[in-house]
């Protein structure tokens, strides 16, 4: 029986990672009390927040998400001390998420490429970074449920797959999606100088309705909103887990994850928006806040029993955290390329990432962002001073003769890359997320001599006049690392299924049990190792 | 190649798009309260408010919404002193000039006030903003001109202008005129 304070299964999050692991037990017939820190929005009021914001302020992620008080998320207004996340190192862990029902997918781009099986094995194969505790073959058919359960498009034409080595042992629900004229140039473009750019395996409905949802239609608005629900989000799957009996608190922050005796968890703690405290007890408890908020919340948690934080044995919450440390090349060229037909992300270059190079410097991604770029162009025509019919033309050139590829690197899990409580509080008086973080040599590297030097090849290949570097890293906002997989409970935090070594009935999935991530975006691993994880759960719940 | 003449899909943008704008309407209200200038207390008044649209027009070669232009000028109101006198000012260049066409005149308001104040006018009416700041008037989204010079072509993000994995189509060259609008 659900109550709105206890249940078999108690899942903190309602974002991609907790929704699947809600259905699955569920489905299994356990009760589902699900805690969400955020509030419950329409799309229409999204959608609406996005197209009233100003153009110069449309490219910040969040800007359609105001973050609640008691549930403060990072937002492009905020800087310094008053940000809520606060950084030391020489780079920033400039993520972006969402603390509204349905978490982060909100406004993801849906990109979904799976990890290699080499990627699992850097260390044996390279002699770098950490292994994953298993192989391809064991994650493979979670990658298929994934597929399925987003509804996940994609080729079928095998030579136009990801991962080319692995075995696929089922199909994509969906056909992948056509390439805008812009793509279509630059997989010509970059055909010439011998790489492959290949479809993107995307959670976006591709010529057809899936899960209920209707096919894309080219609205070029997955990021920050989908405003009719083609690509895939958490919030989607909301209503349904309503009927199937899940009972979803929001606006209720969780901040506390209790031991008892046996040092199994017992009870979570949550504040709702008038700072008011709430205990909710239950047989199994969920940790899915993301790679962030999860090591955060389990540092916040720690007790007698467990003095460096819960599950924290090991000394690893709250390092290795990882991304995808990002460059990108803004070209000019003189031919128009015209983005901004269909979705924003459509296709890639994924075999930059693999080689036996990676045992000196990383490996990249690359791929053409397919944003109308009206907003990027518009501003700088008109710094012209140009009228009239000049100043029409120049928008236009500007606006089919411009492009961004970013290259997206594969960083190794270093310890020192830490997450660790600030003594900066935010409005409930909980302390917020401080991340030291430096991309390190392993990225640098590649930036020097492989990445940067490929992207400027493409850059002159696709004729371009100009070209701008971006001068740093940026963030990719895929969070890993943080509560390490590993099956030494010396140096890892969760077991293969993603149970905390320590706490035999707390589960952490998603990004930050991730050992290696790779170049290419991640969630789709996220909730792979989350069914995995649902699978044991509902095993677990057997015995119980 | 223009909209019109083109695009068999346009149609199903409109529709598309009426139907999103209605569900938003009702959840919005606040939000579309603050861009609708009737409920709003410092409007500019209807001769200002004309005078600004003259201006407009002089300045900009195409059809503009009077709704976005009242918007425009109830902020150009508060941000602007000299708002009235440097209407009549640079009205009375284009007409000294018999001005068909912004180009016939525009080199002519001088430098300063006028010209900086020539130059937000058609930065609010293409970016749809008083500026490219966070704290920025909206105006208009959809309705922002720069939009309308490759409306053949790229999508407004959120307004789609194909239809399911309809949008294979060839890369439109620079020679191709910029729509009508
Ligand atoms: C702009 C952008 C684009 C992206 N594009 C891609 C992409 O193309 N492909 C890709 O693979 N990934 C992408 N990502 C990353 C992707 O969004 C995340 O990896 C994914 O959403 C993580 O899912 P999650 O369920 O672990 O966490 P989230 O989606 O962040 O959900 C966590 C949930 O937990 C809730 N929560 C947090 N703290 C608490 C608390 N203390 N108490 C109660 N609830 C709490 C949050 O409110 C939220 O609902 C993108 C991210 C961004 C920002
Ligand atoms: S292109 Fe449009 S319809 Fe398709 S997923 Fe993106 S926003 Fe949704």
Known sequence: MVTKNSADVVIVGTGVVGVVIAEQLLDAGHSVLMVEAGPRVSRAEVVENWRNAPLGVKGDTSVAYPPRPWAPHPTGAEKGDDAYLQFTGPDAYDQTFIRYAGGSTWHWAGTSWRLTPEDMRINSLYGVGRD?????????????????????????????????????????????????PGEVRFTEVVKTLGYNNIPVSQARNSGMPYDGRPACCANNNCVPVCPVAAKYDAETALHRLEKKGATILVDAVVYKVETNAQNKIEAVSYYDQHKESHRITGKLFVLACNGLENPKLLLMSKDDRNPNGVANSSDQVGRNMMDHPARSFTVTTKDPYWSGIGPVVNSGIMETSQGAFRSEHAGAYFRYNNFARNRFVTFAALKKGLVGKALDEEIRRMTACTADIVAAHEILADPNNRLTLSDKKDWLGLPKPSIHYDVGDYVRKCWEVYSQPIGKKIAEAMGATDVKISPKFNNSKHIMGGTIMGKDAGNSVVDVDCRAHDHENLFIPGGGAMAAGACGNSTITMVALAIKAGDAMVEQMRGA | MTKQSNDPNGKLMMSRRGMLLSGATLLAGSLAASLCPSLSLAAADAGAQSRFMQLSNLLINHQLNPDVGNRIAEAATGQYKNFAGMLDAIIAIAEKKNAAQVEDFFADIPEGELKDFANWVIFAWYSGCSSDKRDAKVFTYEEALTFKTTSDVVTIPSYGISGPNLWTRPNVPLSVPVPRF
């Open chain 1, 132 to 180: 994953w505790a298993f192989d391809y073959d064991t994650l493979e058919p979670y990658y298929v449920r994934t597929e399925h359960k987003l509804g996940i498009c994609g080729p079928s034409d095998r030579t136009k797959q990801w991962p080319q080595t692995g075995d696929r042992s089922a199909p994509y629900p969906m056909p992948d999606l056509p390439f805008s």
